[in-house]
């Protein structure tokens, strides 16, 4: 299937081609949850211990070299709310250019093989994660792909949780400088 169909059509237009240049694909196979049912668990388990797990909403892969082998991987959990600040590590690696922050949530930052966004929702913090493998994009564009693609999803779970107007997960953004 194509990007803007994965994950029962998970991604914005934007991020679904930001997904094409990732991978360098055009073709994709997906295991997902259905997002209104997901963001209900999401939601039943925000107070427990089981909230503070990883909850996995979407994995694509795509067929290389004859191995279909993970691209993407797309998760939620939840923290207590609290201010978020950068640690002093992710400062030294963002001035080594090894690490991009972005004025998305509370905190998000993306590298060459993953990308977060914590976003305020409700009483508590929702975790966005995105884990990639097997990507062709890298830099600046690798890691502007990243964020973009969680970005759109993390932007339909926090429609579904009805979040959406105070998590700061506008369409567009930009990075720190």
Excluded at 5 to 12: F, R
Excluded at 90 to 117: F, P, V
Excluded at 134 to 162: E, M, P, V, W, Y
Aim: proline residues 2%.
């Amino acid at each position: 299937m194509s990007a803007a169909n994965v994950c029962n059509s998970l991604l914005s237009r934007a991020a679904a081609g930001q997904l094409d240049e990732l991978t360098g694909l055009s073709e994709f196979t997906d295991e997902h949850k259905q997002v209104p049912a997901y963001s209900s668990t999401l939601r039943e388990v925000e107070e427990s211990e089981e909230g503070r797990k990883e909850q996995e909403l979407c994995r694509i892969t795509a067929d290389l070299d004859k191995a279909s082998l993970l691209t993407v991987a797309i998760s939620f959990w939840w923290s207590d709310a609290q201010d978020v600040r950068p640690r002093p590590e992710t400062i030294n690696r963002m001035k080594s250019g090894s690490l991009t922050l972005y004025l998305i949530g509370k905190h998000s930052e993306a590298n060459d093989y993953s990308a977060t966004i914590q976003f305020s929702c409700g009483s508590k913090l929702l975790r966005a994660g995105l884990w990639t493998a097997n990507t062709k994009l890298t830099g600046q564009a690798g890691r502007t792909a990243r964020i973009t693609i969680l970005n759109a999803a993390a932007r339909k779970i926090a429609r579904q949780l009805d979040c959406l107007d105070t998590a700061n997960l506008p369409e567009t953004f930009h990075k720190v400088t």
